[in-house]
């Protein structure tokens, strides 16, 4: 019995692990592809990238740090994940030149109004 049961838990920990692996990794393979993009439209050198993918990587461990430790406080979590993208937002734009940071600022206010479209009515 104790064998069945053990082959039972084994098989529902492995089908989980598959069923979990496939949706982080494409959740990284996004993340990876947004910096990417966010790097080229910048125009940033090769230590501006690595730097920029750090601080991104930094950013979304502590999001999820976030999401697990605050199930059931929300103001607490929601004032911790704004404080971790402000950090985010100050060192992003501690990486980069004037000309690079008015273009970020530009990219930002382009990326709300798509948020804020989305989110009306019609979503136009």
Known sequence: MNNDFSRLLFAVALITIFMIS????????????NVEQLAERLELDDDQAE???DIQ???LEAYK?????N???????????G????NRERAILDLLSDAQ????????????A???????????
């Open 101 to 112: 940071k008015d273009q970020y600022l530009e990219i930002r206010e382009e990326e709300k």
């Open 114 to 124: 798509k948020m804020r479209r989305r989110h009306r009515p019609g979503g136009k």
């Open 22 to 33: 496939p949706v982080n990794v494409h959740a990284q393979a996004i993340h990876r592809a």
């Open 71 to 81: 199930k059931k406080n929300k103001e607490h979590a929601l004032a911790d994940l």
């Open 65 to 69: 740090k976030v999401r697990k430790s």
């Open 51 to 53: 730097a920029l993918q």
């Open 57 to 59: 990587d930094t950013y």
């Open 83 to 86: 404080m971790a993208r402000a």
